[in-house]
């Protein structure tokens, strides 16, 4: 058995992964942790009371889960829906009635959604009352805030797409809140919101692009800064 | 540490458990259990009938746009050896559509997309269709059926003839629909009487049980107030031509008055007024009701109107029948003594209003009484009822249900609507009708027909274009004086009460036609005698006639028949033997009275009618009971040898 193990160890495959020997001795420890991606981003030390329960609440991991629960849902909704006038709802009646563990997939999805706005602003509270957007983390605190703008954003498009009445007059009525954005802004950000002047085919692209590549990819990129800051400034 | 192993643990056999929810929910679908059962079922049937394989079964409807899941668990639709089975595995009755190519909810509604019970009948939050009412389901064929006559769906028929004859449009657009023809009321006052007009406005039914006027459940003092400003309008129409009585009518002593009216009541029954016209609830169905008409109409309006109809009252059907005029006295003397309505209730008492015009007028604009009458005075309707024409699409939102108790849907709505029209909120306007339960479900069906889904252009089954046919010229004048359209057809146009007059000249000769407008009779002695005696003088017979054999002519009729002696011997054999012709109609005194009687059928009908008829009566008239033998040449030309020698 050791010896089957040593083997694999000489192999080229994992040497190429694994440019380290094994975490035996204090340098091939060290060297585990830097050649690492996972891992590399652990801070040199963590003060112990900023590993209490009690301190976090776990709220941005939390958060980073439900993020998974729903790309995870939310790329298996992707192989069953269409963002298309014609067959949008009729795709989400054929998740609710035919998809195997379609219903589940779509509640599990809006539930998780749901959860991480809440989640994600209970750990925006918990920063500002334990005051740790103080020195030296002012940046991080930005970082969060577009974060939270981000999830909220999430939240907002993907109100669009089961297109029935209550996603169109949602949006309707978002989409003219906007127009009463000053200095002429308002009508431009709308028209380029829905691609047009009401919610319609367009729109309906528009929203799906948003909600499935635009905004994660940018929520993605936010969390990478965030949780290497976090790290960084002596956080779990 | 333990601990937190240990709920670590506990949480993970947890979210297992969860995660296996779906999957089973899934497993376990009510849909997958029916299947089973209807596999179940077959097996006990003495019949082999195919098990299905368990399974979502869906039609995509592709030119309706929609899917259709029904079939998962109704799978008996198609299989006759359900019949009985109980819901949801029975067999679908009289299918008179492919299901494959038509679907389930293009007719019945309910969410096609659905697989679940509840969902599927659509009684469910957000689901603005669900499943149609079976007592309405004649309603469906009215999407794409828009032609006259529907096939199998006689509601349906029966709801469209009851809103046409109940002038439905006069107060209600409704695309599709014609207006139906009402008197017009300028000269009202110097027709009726004002005891007649109250006791009619409270309650047009009791004069006349048929009439399409319906009750507008006026109070006393509307209906005082309207009948002083109605009769306040005595000028009759500016083409009406009003002579004086005759003498013998208002100065004839007793004697000469009891001889008049006996010669009256002769000329009433030669002229068959009662063809078109009941007496008391006998007689035909196309007039209205004269048997208590002296107690309505005075003698001089009586008088001028049977001499000119529609100089008093234009467009109205009455022919003008030619009497002389001591022939007229004589009819008008009849009516007047025996047509009185003696049993008229006490109309409601009334006090004099001095602006008895003005609220009489607005009671007339209030209840749009100008939809259907004219009258110069109010020559616009101003207050009509909402269209009708998507009526079928209202949402239950859209209905204020007072404080009925009814079935919160629109199907009932509109039925108890049709029966007790004041009920939802007392300031609703609409009249009482006098429905019966069947004909207020027939006509709530015709309606909820009336939706504005949109239905492929190539499934709309329109109503074949209304034919404008006139005849013109002398011949012209004759038919509208004689309203002969009225109950015969000439090229598509007109109301079929008795026969198609468009090949007539092919049909019949030339002479029997002048003699039977000189004295007309029934060709079948089962019916009664129902063409009027219009008095017509030669002159107008030769006019008739001439214009008929030259234009309702069919030349392929013509057919060449040698009658031989050897044919005619030919063809009785086969009248009596191979045919048994006698079996229906009657030779010589003897048959079955089915048929017309065939004596003297060689001076009536063309021997080229008689031929083609035989060969093929239904390419002639399609609901006709004369049998198709499928005859030869020969055999048809030697009966027709035979049936022409009957002179």
């Known amino acids: ?39 590399h981003v652990h801070p040199t030390k963590v003060r112990k009371r900023s590993v209490k329960f009690t301190y976090t609440w776990g709220l941005g991991g939390l958060s980073l889960g439900l993020f998974i629960v729903l790309v995870f849902t939310g790329g298996l909704l992707m192989l069953y829906y269409r963002p298309s006038v014609a067959q949008a709802y009729w795709d989400m009646k054929d998740l609710q009635f035919v998809v195997s563990n379609g219903r589940f997939l779509r509640n599990m999805h809006r539930w998780a959604a749901h959860a991480m706005v809440a989640i994600v602003f209970l750990h925006m509270m918990r920063v500002f009352y334990t005051g740790s957007y103080r020195p030296p983390k002012e940046f991080n605190w930005v970082i969060g805030v577009f974060l939270l703008v981000t999830t909220i954003l999430l939240s907002y498009t993907g109100y669009l797409l089961p297109w029935d009445q209550l996603s169109f007059w949602g949006i309707s009525v978002g989409t003219n809140m906007v127009r009463a954005v000053p200095f002429g802004f308002g009508d431009t950000i709308s028209y380029l919101l829905l691609g047009g002047t009401m919610v319609g085919e367009n729109a309906l692209v528009r929203f799906y692009v948003l909600h499935c590549f635009i905004i994660p990819v940018a929520a993605v990129v936010l969390m990478a800064i965030h949780f290497w800051r976090v790290r960084k400034d002596g956080g779990v | 540490m333990n601990n937190l192993r240990k709920y670590f643990a506990l949480a993970s056999v947890a979210l297992l458990i969860v995660l296996a929810v779906s999957p089973l929910k899934d497993y376990f679908s009510e849909w997958r259990s029916y299947q089973h059962q209807y596999n179940a079922l077959i097996e006990t049937l003495p019949q082999r009938v ?78 603005e269709s669900p499943i149609f009412p079976r007592d309405f389901m004649e309603a469906s064929c009215a999407k794409c059926h828009k032609e006259q006559n529907v096939p199998e769906a006689p509601i349906l028929n029966e709801g469209r003839a009851l809103i046409e004859h109940s002038n439905c449009v006069g107060c209600h657009k409704i695309d599709g629909y014609d207006k139906q023809w009402v008197p017009r009321l300028d000269g009202i006052g110097s027709k009726v009487n004002r005891t007649w007009l109250v006791n009619w406005l409270k309650n047009p039914k009791a004069y006349f049980p048929q009439t399409r006027m319906p009750n507008f459940l006026l109070s006393d003092d509307e209906a005082n107030n309207l009948a002083d400003f109605l009769m306040t309008f005595t000028t009759p129409p500016p083409t009406a031509v009003m002579e004086k009585l005759p003498a013998q009518l208002t100065s004839a002593s007793s004697d000469a008055k009891a001889k008049m009216i006996a010669l009256g009541s002769t000329k009433f029954s030669e002229a068959r007024c009662i063809s078109c016209h009941m007496i008391n609830g006998r007689g035909g169905y196309v007039a209205n009701d004269l048997g208590k008409v002296a107690s309505k109409v005075n003698e001089a309006w009586l008088y001028n109107y049977i001499a000119h109809p529609k100089q008093l009252s234009p467009d109205v059907e009455m022919p003008r029948f030619r009497f002389t005029k001591n022939d007229l006295a004589d009819v008008v003397a009849y009516m007047e003594d025996q047509f009185v309505d003696y049993d008229a209730p006490q109309p409601p008492p009334y006090t004099p209003d001095p602006a008895a015009y003005e609220k009489g007028l607005a009671t007339y604009k209030k209840y749009n009484c100008a939809g259907c009458h004219q009258l110069s005075a109010v020559p616009k309707a101003e207050e009509m009822g909402p269209e009708l024409t998507y009526v079928g699409s209202k949402k239950v939102y859209e209905i204020d249900f007072g404080s009925t108790t009814i079935d919160q849907n629109l199907p009932s709505y509109l039925k108890t609507k049709l029966l007790t029209p004041r009920v939802f909120t007392p300031a609703m306007k609409m009249p009482d009708f006098g429905f019966t339960d069947e004909q207020a479900r027939a006509v709530t069906v015709a309606l909820l027909g009336n939706t504005d889904e949109k239905i492929p252009a190539a499934y709309i089954v329109h109503p074949k274009p209304k034919s404008t046919f006139m005849p013109q010229g002398d011949f012209g004048k004759l038919v509208k004086s004689l309203s002969c359209m009225s109950c015969h057809v000439m090229n598509g146009n007109g109301r079929l009460v008795a026969t198609d007059l468009s090949m007539e000249a092919s049909e019949a000769q030339e002479k029997w036609i002048e003699g039977y407008f000189k004295v007309p009779y029934s060709l079948r002695p089962i019916l009664t005698e129902r063409m009027p005696n219009f008095f017509l003088s030669d002159a107008e017979i030769k006019t008739i006639t001439g214009y008929m054999e030259k234009v309702f002519v069919v030349d392929s009729i013509a057919h060449d028949v040698k009658i031989t002696p050897a044919a005619i011997a030919n063809g009785k054999g086969l009248f009596f033997e191979k045919y048994g012709c006698q079996s229906c109609h009657q030779v010589g005194g003897k048959g079955g009275y089915v048929g017309p009687p065939l004596d003297k059928l060689g001076t009536r009908l063309t021997q080229g009618w008689i031929f083609h008829w035989l060969k093929d009566p239904e390419a002639y008239r399609p609901n006709s009971i004369q049998p198709d033998y499928k005859l030869t040449d020969e055999d048809a030309e030697a009966l027709t040898a035979y049936l022409m020698s009957l002179k």
């Open chain 2, 50 to 127: 195919k098990p299905v394989p368990i399974g979502i079964k869906q039609q995509w409807v592709q030119k309706f746009d929609r899917v259709d899941r029904c079939e998962t668990c109704h799978l008996g639709i198609s299989e006759p050896a359900l019949k009985n089975a109980k819901e949801p595995f029975t067999t679908h009755p009289n299918i008179y559509h492919d299901i494959d190519e038509f679907g389930c909810t293009v007719c019945h509604d309910g969410q096609g997309a659905a697989t679940e019970y509840k969902e599927s009948i659509g009684k469910v939050k957000f689901w």
């Open chain 1, 1 to 39: 058995m050791k010896k089957a193990f040593e083997k694999l160890f000489r192999t080229q495959v994992w040497r190429s992964i694994f440019r380290h020997g094994l975490p035996l001795s204090n340098r091939t420890r060290a060297e585990a942790v830097f050649y690492n991606f996972f891992l």
